[in-house]
Protein backbone atom coordinates (compact mmCIF):
# COMPACT_ATOMS: atom_id res chain seq x y z
CA UNK A 1 0.00 0.00 0.00
CA UNK A 2 1.22 3.53 -0.25
CA UNK A 3 2.73 5.08 2.19
CA UNK A 4 2.10 8.71 0.14
CA UNK A 5 -1.22 10.10 -0.52
CA UNK A 6 -2.38 13.83 -2.79
CA UNK A 7 0.30 15.77 -4.14
CA UNK A 8 3.11 13.71 -2.72
CA UNK A 9 1.71 10.72 -4.44
CA UNK A 10 2.14 12.54 -7.77
CA UNK A 11 5.10 14.02 -7.15
CA UNK A 12 6.15 10.29 -7.03
CA UNK A 13 4.93 9.13 -10.40
CA UNK A 14 6.36 12.37 -11.69
CA UNK A 15 10.14 11.75 -10.28
CA UNK A 16 9.66 8.02 -11.73
CA UNK A 17 8.54 9.64 -15.27
CA UNK A 18 12.07 12.05 -14.85
CA UNK A 19 14.13 8.74 -13.85
CA UNK A 20 12.87 7.65 -17.60
CA UNK A 21 14.06 11.09 -18.88
CA UNK A 22 17.17 10.97 -16.99
CA UNK A 23 17.82 7.92 -18.45
CA UNK A 24 17.79 9.20 -21.77
CA UNK A 25 19.89 12.41 -20.75
CA UNK A 26 22.32 9.82 -19.65
CA UNK A 27 22.49 8.49 -23.46
CA UNK A 28 22.58 12.03 -24.93
CA UNK A 29 25.85 13.07 -23.03
CA UNK A 30 27.26 9.60 -24.04
CA UNK A 31 26.06 10.38 -27.71
CA UNK A 32 27.23 14.06 -27.45
CA UNK A 33 31.14 13.09 -25.89
CA UNK A 34 31.44 10.29 -28.30
CA UNK A 35 30.15 12.63 -31.33
CA UNK A 36 32.54 15.25 -30.75
CA UNK A 37 35.01 13.17 -29.21
CA UNK A 38 35.08 11.08 -32.76
CA UNK A 39 35.45 15.01 -34.68
CA UNK A 40 38.76 15.70 -32.11
CA UNK A 41 40.14 12.27 -32.72
CA UNK A 42 40.28 13.30 -36.40
CA UNK A 43 42.51 16.39 -35.93
CA UNK A 44 44.37 14.62 -32.70
CA UNK A 45 47.90 16.23 -33.65
CA UNK A 46 46.85 20.00 -33.46
CA UNK A 47 44.66 19.02 -30.10
CA UNK A 48 45.67 19.16 -26.74
CA UNK A 49 44.35 16.89 -24.15
CA UNK A 50 41.63 19.41 -22.51
CA UNK A 51 40.03 18.73 -25.91
CA UNK A 52 39.76 15.27 -25.40
CA UNK A 53 39.07 15.11 -21.45
CA UNK A 54 35.58 17.18 -21.59
CA UNK A 55 34.26 14.71 -24.37
CA UNK A 56 35.28 12.01 -21.79
CA UNK A 57 34.14 13.36 -18.88
CA UNK A 58 30.45 13.58 -20.47
CA UNK A 59 30.63 9.98 -21.49
CA UNK A 60 31.62 8.99 -17.98
CA UNK A 61 28.95 11.26 -16.49
CA UNK A 62 26.08 9.76 -19.10
CA UNK A 63 27.33 6.05 -18.28
CA UNK A 64 26.94 7.05 -14.45
CA UNK A 65 23.46 8.69 -15.11
CA UNK A 66 22.53 5.08 -16.45
CA UNK A 67 23.25 3.62 -13.58
CA UNK A 68 21.67 5.69 -10.72
CA UNK A 69 18.33 6.07 -12.62
CA UNK A 70 17.86 2.10 -11.06
CA UNK A 71 18.07 3.62 -7.69
CA UNK A 72 15.17 6.35 -8.57
CA UNK A 73 12.85 4.35 -10.10
CA UNK A 74 13.48 1.63 -7.96
CA UNK A 75 13.07 3.78 -4.97
CA UNK A 76 10.37 5.75 -5.92
CA UNK A 77 8.54 2.54 -6.66
CA UNK A 78 9.11 1.54 -3.03
CA UNK A 79 8.90 4.17 -1.39
CA UNK A 80 11.63 3.40 -0.17
CA UNK A 81 13.78 5.69 2.44
CA UNK A 82 16.98 4.97 1.61
CA UNK A 83 16.96 4.66 -1.94
CA UNK A 84 15.48 7.61 -2.74
CA UNK A 85 17.55 9.48 0.13
CA UNK A 86 21.12 8.00 -2.02
CA UNK A 87 19.49 9.03 -5.46
CA UNK A 88 19.19 12.40 -4.20
CA UNK A 89 22.93 12.51 -3.26
CA UNK A 90 24.09 10.61 -5.90
CA UNK A 91 21.93 13.09 -8.81
CA UNK A 92 23.10 15.80 -7.23
CA UNK A 93 26.78 15.06 -7.33
CA UNK A 94 26.14 14.24 -10.96
CA UNK A 95 24.38 17.86 -11.22
CA UNK A 96 27.60 19.73 -10.14
CA UNK A 97 29.62 17.63 -12.34
CA UNK A 98 27.58 18.44 -15.43
CA UNK A 99 27.54 22.32 -14.39
CA UNK A 100 31.41 21.89 -14.20
CA UNK A 101 31.59 19.95 -17.83
CA UNK A 102 29.28 22.33 -19.06
CA UNK A 103 31.22 25.66 -18.00
CA UNK A 104 34.70 23.58 -19.27
CA UNK A 105 33.12 23.42 -22.65
CA UNK A 106 32.26 27.19 -22.91
CA UNK A 107 35.84 27.94 -21.44
CA UNK A 108 37.03 25.70 -23.67
CA UNK A 109 35.45 27.47 -26.56
CA UNK A 110 36.99 30.87 -25.60
CA UNK A 111 40.89 29.17 -25.62
CA UNK A 112 40.17 27.05 -28.45
CA UNK A 113 41.80 29.87 -31.21
CA UNK A 114 44.87 30.60 -28.71
CA UNK A 115 45.38 26.68 -28.14
CA UNK A 116 44.86 25.65 -31.64
CA UNK A 117 46.93 28.90 -33.01
CA UNK A 118 49.88 27.81 -30.76
CA UNK A 119 49.68 23.71 -32.17
CA UNK A 120 49.24 25.32 -35.86
CA UNK A 121 52.65 27.14 -35.49
CA UNK A 122 54.66 24.73 -33.48
CA UNK A 123 53.77 21.90 -36.12
CA UNK A 124 54.73 23.10 -39.05
CA UNK A 125 57.95 22.49 -38.58
CA UNK A 126 57.05 18.79 -38.80
CA UNK A 127 55.47 19.73 -42.12
CA UNK A 128 57.22 17.56 -45.32
CA UNK A 129 56.75 18.08 -48.81
CA UNK A 130 58.80 14.87 -49.51
CA UNK A 131 58.12 12.26 -47.30
CA UNK A 132 54.83 11.70 -46.04
CA UNK A 133 54.47 11.47 -42.06
CA UNK A 134 50.76 11.98 -39.93
CA UNK A 135 51.32 16.04 -39.03
CA UNK A 136 52.02 16.21 -43.60
CA UNK A 137 48.69 14.24 -43.78
CA UNK A 138 47.14 16.31 -41.56
CA UNK A 139 47.96 19.81 -42.67
CA UNK A 140 47.01 18.03 -45.95
CA UNK A 141 43.60 17.29 -44.87
CA UNK A 142 43.01 20.72 -42.86
CA UNK A 143 43.93 22.91 -45.92
CA UNK A 144 42.08 20.83 -48.46
CA UNK A 145 38.77 20.33 -45.89
CA UNK A 146 38.97 24.14 -45.17
CA UNK A 147 40.07 25.72 -48.15
CA UNK A 148 43.14 27.79 -46.78
CA UNK A 149 47.10 27.49 -46.39
CA UNK A 150 49.28 28.51 -43.26
CA UNK A 151 48.15 29.86 -40.36
CA UNK A 152 47.64 33.14 -41.04
CA UNK A 153 48.40 33.09 -44.69
CA UNK A 154 50.21 31.20 -47.56
CA UNK A 155 53.00 33.03 -46.72
CA UNK A 156 54.19 31.33 -43.25
CA UNK A 157 55.25 28.33 -45.05
CA UNK A 158 57.85 30.47 -46.51
CA UNK A 159 59.79 29.90 -42.90
CA UNK A 160 59.73 26.13 -43.23
CA UNK A 161 59.66 25.28 -46.79
CA UNK A 162 62.33 26.46 -50.03
CA UNK A 163 61.99 28.54 -53.22
CA UNK A 164 58.69 29.84 -52.23
CA UNK A 165 56.88 26.41 -52.22
CA UNK A 166 53.37 25.59 -50.51
CA UNK A 167 52.25 22.33 -49.58
CA UNK A 168 50.39 21.08 -52.43
CA UNK A 169 47.50 21.08 -50.54
CA UNK A 170 47.49 24.84 -50.91
CA UNK A 171 46.71 25.18 -54.18
CA UNK A 172 43.45 23.31 -56.63
CA UNK A 173 44.81 20.72 -59.03
CA UNK A 174 42.82 21.95 -62.61
CA UNK A 175 41.13 18.33 -63.51
CA UNK A 176 43.41 16.77 -66.20
CA UNK A 177 46.77 17.78 -65.34
CA UNK A 178 49.48 15.72 -66.37
CA UNK A 179 53.27 15.27 -65.40
CA UNK A 180 54.54 17.93 -62.63
CA UNK A 181 52.52 20.03 -60.48
CA UNK A 182 54.13 22.75 -58.31
CA UNK A 183 52.51 24.98 -55.99
CA UNK A 184 54.22 28.09 -55.61
CA UNK A 185 53.51 31.33 -53.06
CA UNK A 186 52.77 33.73 -56.35
CA UNK A 187 49.90 36.12 -55.94
CA UNK A 188 49.85 34.84 -59.99
CA UNK A 189 48.78 31.55 -58.75
CA UNK A 190 45.41 31.60 -59.56
CA UNK A 191 45.12 27.87 -58.34
CA UNK A 192 45.94 29.06 -54.59
CA UNK A 193 43.34 28.87 -51.74
CA UNK A 194 41.66 31.06 -50.89
CA UNK A 195 44.18 33.14 -49.42
CA UNK A 196 43.58 33.01 -45.50
CA UNK A 197 45.02 31.00 -43.30
CA UNK A 198 43.37 28.26 -41.63
CA UNK A 199 43.44 29.29 -38.00
CA UNK A 200 39.95 31.07 -38.40
CA UNK A 201 38.01 28.38 -40.08
CA UNK A 202 40.08 25.04 -38.20
CA UNK A 203 39.49 27.15 -34.64
CA UNK A 204 35.80 28.18 -35.36
CA UNK A 205 35.48 24.56 -36.44
CA UNK A 206 36.69 23.29 -32.97
CA UNK A 207 34.95 25.72 -30.91
CA UNK A 208 31.62 25.34 -32.56
CA UNK A 209 31.80 21.34 -31.12
CA UNK A 210 33.27 22.47 -27.66
CA UNK A 211 29.91 24.93 -27.52
CA UNK A 212 27.89 21.68 -28.08
CA UNK A 213 29.27 20.14 -24.96
CA UNK A 214 29.18 23.18 -22.95
CA UNK A 215 25.34 23.08 -23.90
CA UNK A 216 24.61 19.67 -23.27
CA UNK A 217 26.05 20.13 -20.11
CA UNK A 218 24.25 22.96 -18.88
CA UNK A 219 20.63 22.20 -19.83
CA UNK A 220 21.00 18.31 -18.67
CA UNK A 221 22.01 20.21 -15.89
CA UNK A 222 19.04 22.41 -15.33
CA UNK A 223 16.53 19.20 -15.87
CA UNK A 224 18.25 17.07 -13.16
CA UNK A 225 18.09 20.02 -11.00
CA UNK A 226 14.21 19.73 -10.87
CA UNK A 227 14.88 15.73 -10.09
CA UNK A 228 16.60 16.68 -7.08
CA UNK A 229 14.12 18.93 -5.99
CA UNK A 230 11.45 16.05 -6.37
CA UNK A 231 13.55 13.46 -4.81
CA UNK A 232 14.25 15.73 -1.57
CA UNK A 233 10.62 16.23 -1.56
CA UNK A 234 9.54 12.51 -1.65
CA UNK A 235 12.28 11.18 0.50
CA UNK A 236 10.70 13.95 3.07
CA UNK A 237 7.45 12.80 2.98
CA UNK A 238 8.58 9.15 3.18
CA UNK A 239 10.63 9.94 6.38
CA UNK A 240 7.44 12.30 8.01
CA UNK A 241 5.20 9.19 7.09
CA UNK A 242 7.15 6.22 8.46
CA UNK A 243 8.88 8.16 11.29
CA UNK A 244 12.21 8.25 10.51
CA UNK A 245 14.72 10.32 12.47
CA UNK A 246 17.87 11.70 11.39
CA UNK A 247 19.06 10.78 8.16
CA UNK A 248 18.16 6.88 8.43
Same mark, same amino acid.
Given at each position: ?????? &?? /?????????????????????????????????? %?????????? &??????? @???????????????????? /?????????????????????????? %???????????? /???????????????????????????????????????????????????????????????? &?????????????????????? /?????????????????? @???????????????????????????
Amino acid at each position: MSLLTG &SA /NAVKYTLFGFNLIFLITGIILIAVGAGVGAVYNG %YEIFLVSKFF &SIPTFLI @VIGSFIIVITFFGCWGALKE /NYCLILSFSVMLFIIFILELAAGISG %YVLRNDAYDLIR /NSLNNSMKSYSNETQNPTTILWDDVQRNFDCCGVGNSTDWSLHLKDNELPLSCCRIPPGTVGTF &SCISDINNINLNKNQGCLTGFS /NYIADHAVSLGAAGVVIA @VIQFFGVIFACYIAREIKIRNGITGFM
